[in-house]
């Protein structure tokens, strides 16, 4: 499975319309204000079809819906290259949307019974962490490729890569092996699977606290990742320089998701620490505003790479019941509306003061987050 797995994390991100869409956007004559209306149609449309998507994986075949997801993926940048427009370039981001809710939650979900089916539960740290690093080096290998592709051919010819990508992806999905029965063969379907994941974040407090715990640690550095670009900018770098800082701070990424199955074991204090380290790094970071900034910029979004996985394992290891892609889509669900709120934070804040100060801002959350779990941790007398 793993091998598959990893084929899997590598394809959904290996997009070399990634690095230019935004390019696309601004070539077909968008608004600065009508691609952020672009933005945010693609979150809301995360939020409206998360749960409902975990519940509907819980309820029939997980790997049904990770097939069909880049399916959906492949119609919407077919959509972009082919008929750029408003229009078609917002029904590309609904049918993105929709790729990424299919998949979020049933992935987890799937992964991590295959792996208690044979016995090997306590490996989903290291087996996650690798598929995480894996789709963060397609994500560099997407950034190399996209420039001598968009020279040769343009958008078409990396639209047409980023379809083929999506393509082989969901052939890849349908490798995955699935030993479960579907609750719509043993119950009531879609709206039992829904309940059932619901009443088990109600009824157990430790599942509800490792749910914050997800969006919580996900959702500010998601957000700024958008950002980065423009951070690297008001360095004073020259633009042919940008995408070579970027992947200085993706290869801090993908080292934070390579360290996953070593730091399984950091107990509340410990995550604390990195979330407390990884908030001042990237503070630090940021108000240089050096290139040599971007090194602790990268230090720091390692480390909130790290916790990501290590808050996700939390949520798996206390999940017991039959809904386990639903709650984990519930948890992305909140990763979503906080998203949507630090852009919103962002664009405000961004108006009056320099990216490298509001990216200083956004650390505080992570200080916060921290001493939370800190004190978690004492009134819990140091059991996790």
Known sequence: MTATLYAYAFLDEFVLLYPVY??????????????SSLFVL????????????????????RRLLLWI????????????????????FAAGFVLWGARGALGSGALEALVYEELDRVGAADRYAHVMGRAHAVGQVAVMSAMGLAGPVFAAGGYPAVGAASVLACLLCAATATRFPEHRTPAAESEDGWAATLRAGLAEVHRDRRVLGALLLVPAVTAVWGALDEYTSLLVRETGVPDAAVPYLLMVIWAGVTVGSLLSGRAERLGGTGLAALLAGAALALAAGALTERPAGVVLVALAFGGFQLATVLADVRLQQRIEG?????????ASLGTELV???VYGVYGVLGSSFAH??????????Y??????????????????
């Open 339 to 341: 998203t949507i709120a």
């Open 69 to 88: 997801g880049p399916l959906l993926g492949a119609a919407g940048f077919a959509l972009w290259v082919l008929v750029p427009s408003y229009w078609a």
């Open 367 to 384: 200080l916060v987050t921290a001493l939370a779990v800190a004190r978690r941790r004492r009134e819990r007398g140091g059991r996790e």
């Open 42 to 61: 693609w979150s809301l449309t995360g939020v409206l079809l998360e749960v409902p998507s975990g519940a509907w994986a819980d309820a029939v075949s």
């Open 322 to 330: 039959t809904g386990r892609a639903t709650v984990t889509s519930v």
């Open 22 to 35: 935004a390019l696309l956007f601004a070539d077909s004559g968008l608004s600065v204000g009508q691609i």
């Open 356 to 365: 490298g100060t509001v990216f200083a801002v956004c650390a505080v959350p």
